[in-house]
């Protein structure tokens, strides 16, 4: 972690309304002369990590961010109410016009690898390059990776899986989980439902990389409260409405990108976003790079997914630079 670029603070930050009940946390960083680039964090619900500044060299980028909808420091915490990947999108775009960028790099982890493909397909033009991680395609197939019985997650994590989906009926569906999770977040009983909460957390933080650190990935640990709500709500709700993306909808659009040049990054062994989607994703998208990083899952605290992800962004800098 050493050789990362130094954590810079923002010099800019401040809210946005988007019209519809919804007011966006969003800051700025680095140059504001550098190339302008949108970090879009992943979830749905997870909010801005500490230190996501530090892919990025702060004298070569205006680095860009927000928290989505419901989580973060975004209002109104925790909401559902227009709250889709459309509503998302049109965010991005009203954010762009608002902070006068006319073209800019987007940046994009797991959901947030989904909506800046979402984005760039709706886009293209506004778009100068793409960097990835943990590609998450939105497909059922992916969706099932992640939570089905059948899913790579569960075959690998049977123990974990048993804990995740104790009281749901076979078969196990990833339909019949988030509906089973849905009706819990939604109980009365307060102690019931923050149990809900942390075990869909757990679950996700288990399957994130390799090797947890000690005290990590157990019903005793400790958890931010607001951060297990935004993330095991957020992507309950989005998984049970299938991303409100159309099934397979972004490989048939692939080709609309693929004039923009971009970098994928994908752990060997993620378990929550499937290696075969990035591969995937690379075949039909001609100008993209592929790195598939050793030894590594999928979370970016793992060592070689971090240091892939800097020399993207140097990388796809020098390109800019070099094209001007």
């Known amino acids: 972690m050493k050789r990362l670029y130094p954590d810079i603070g923002c010099y800019s930050s401040g809210y946005f309304e988007t019209g519809d009940g919804h007011t966006l946390y969003y800051e700025e960083s680095g140059n504001p002369d550098g190339f302008p680039v949108l970090y879009l964090h992943g979830g749905p619900g997870a909010g801005l990590s500490p230190g996501y500044r530090r892919f990025f060299d702060g004298n070569h980028f205006r680095i860009i961010a927000f928290e989505q909808r419901g989580c973060g420091r975004s209002k109104p915490f925790g909401s559902l109410e227009n709250n889709t990947t459309q509503h998302i999108l049109n965010d991005i775009a009203a954010l762009r016009a608002f902070l006068k960028v006319d073209k800019w790099i987007l940046f994009g982890g797991s959901w947030g690898s989904t909506l800046a493909m979402m984005a760039a ?30 899913g790579a997650a569960a075959t690998l994590f049977p123990e974990h899986y048993e804990m995740f989906t104790d009281g749901i009926n076979p078969p196990i569906t990833t339909t019949s989980v988030c509906e089973h ?89 993620d378990v929550i976003c499937s290696t075969k989607s990035a591969y995937t994703l690379h075949q039909a998208w001609s100008n993209s790079e592929l790195q598939i990083v050793q030894e590594a899952g999928h979370s970016t605290s793992e060592p070689g997914i971090a240091l892939a992800l800097c020399r993207a962004t140097r990388d796809m800098s020098k390109y800019l630079r070099e094209k001007k």
């Open 121 to 150: 397909i709706t886009e293209p033009n506004t778009v100068s390059g793409l960097i990835l991680r943990g590609v998450f395609l939105a497909r059922r197939e992916d969706r099932d990776w992640f939570i089905s019985q059948h």
């Open 181 to 269: 999770y849905q009706r819990m977040f939604d109980s009365p009983d307060e102690l019931q439902r923050l149990a809900a909460l942390k075990r869909w957390y757990i679950w996700e933080e288990r399957l994130s990389r390799l090797s947890l650190p000690h005290g990590t990935g157990e019903f005793t640990s400790h958890y931010p409260i607001n951060l297990m709500t935004s993330l095991a709500k957020l992507e309950c709700h989005y998984l049970s409405h299938q991303c409100f993306i159309p099934e397979n909808f972004i490989l048939q659009n692939v080709h609309k990108i693929n004039h923009i040049p971009g970098t994928i990054v994908h752990g060997r062994y």
